[in-house]
């Protein structure tokens, strides 16, 4: 076993009576229990964390590339009309 840090910590009683029933359920240490919970809280936070840094850096980008205005010579050469007739003309083309 690796070396322990004594925490002592505080809990509501509903937490003690859930935490004692899933300790008989499982057959885990009530302590076992604790720390997997620190350890996935610590996970999911990072996670967290990781997935918000990669969405600003996505905004940023999106954000630089908004700024820079259209590209030249880039343009829609399609109208929605133009689609739409487009469409119905495939549809009618399979149904009929």
Do not use: N
Not at 42 to 53: P, S
Request: charged fraction near 35%; proline fraction near 2%; avoid cysteine.
């Amino acid at each position: 076993m690796s070396v322990m840090v004594r925490k002592q910590v505080y809990i509501k009683p509903r937490q003690d009576a859930m935490l004692k029933q899933r300790a008989v359920e499982t057959g885990v240490s009530e302590a076992e229990i604790i720390r997997q919970a620190i350890d996935h809280w610590l996970e999911e936070t990072a996670r967290q964390r990781q997935a918000e840094k990669a969405w600003e850096q996505a905004r940023t980008l999106m954000e630089e590339r908004y700024a820079q205005g259209p590209v030249e010579g880039q343009g829609r050469t399609w109208t929605r009309d133009e689609l739409y007739e487009e469409r119905l003309s495939r549809y009618d083309h399979h149904t009929g």
